[in-house]
């Protein structure tokens, strides 16, 4: 495989931390990976995060939840912010060493008034009991997409800050769905979570990543892939 306009995203490098072995077969072979029912409510979310905080990055001025978490920042205004959030394109730099072009699509990205350095925001939805955290169910693959924002970004010449922000907003099972006639709503509680980057692991990830795909072998499959033991259980029912 040709390395020289091959392009690697931030969710492909996370596939290949989950298993190289599906990683190559997908990424490199070209199979079709099992279909993920869609987010839609999440999509839906995410869009009116974007349009409130696009709201207060053309006025200037500050938003409630900034003040409630005493943070001093403002919308980071750029020209590319649209193409960024781009879910095939994103923010891209070349990856010299292995010569393939790495990319993620961000939420946002707001900027310190005092040093001006960048914070990747990543927008997530829920609806659980209690406050969401980033230390059980998908919170260590939050905080690799996070690290891996924060790299692209220094790679392409930003100053970060290693803090980047997950604003959580959590559906409640509390209260009526129609308040009055018959336009739903639903309530949101929101929260912000702060997490310390640390993205010296990336660098060698993606070396390994493309090395596994220029490999003429397969990779073993991983026990613990959800993907790779239904293969196998299948496979041993039906032989």
Not at 113 to 123: G, P, S
Not at 186 to 204: K, N, R
Request: glycine residues 8%; aromatic residues 10%; hydrophobic residues 35%.
């Amino acid at each position: 495989m040709s390395m020289t306009d091959f392009k690697l995203s931030r969710t492909g490098l996370e596939d290949f931390i989950k298993c190289p072995r599906c990683f190559k077969l997908q990424r490199g072979m070209g199979l079709k990976g099992l279909r993920m029912v869609p987010l839609t409510l999440a999509v839906a979310t995410d869009a009116l995060l974007k349009n409130e905080f696009d709201l207060v990055r053309e006025s200037g001025d500050s938003h409630p939840l900034w003040e409630r978490e005493g943070l001093d920042v403002r919308g980071f205004a750029h020209p590319d912010l649209e193409l960024w959030r781009n879910n095939f394109k994103g923010i891209r730099v070349l990856h010299e060493p292995s010569g393939c072009t790495v990319y993620g699509a961000v939420d946002d990205v707001w900027q310190h008034r005092q040093t001006d350095h960048l914070h990747i925001v990543d927008y997530k939805s829920t609806s659980k009991q209690g406050t969401p955290d980033l230390e059980s169910g998908f919170g260590a693959g939050y905080k690799r997409q996070m690290e891996i924002y924060q790299w692209l970004f220094r790679q392409a010449g930003f100053e970060v800050s290693p803090i980047g922000y997950f604003l959580y907003v959590n559906g409640s099972k509390e209260g009526r769905f129609y308040e009055s006639g018959l336009r739903g709503t639903m309530q949101f509680e929101t929260t912000v979570l702060a997490h310390e980057g640390d993205d010296s692991w990336v660098e060698e990830t993606i070396i390994r990543a493309v090395a596994c795909l220029k490999d003429e072998s397969l990779p073993v499959s991983d026990p613990s892939c959800d993907t790779c033991r239904y293969v196998a259980e299948r496979s041993a029912l039906t032989m």
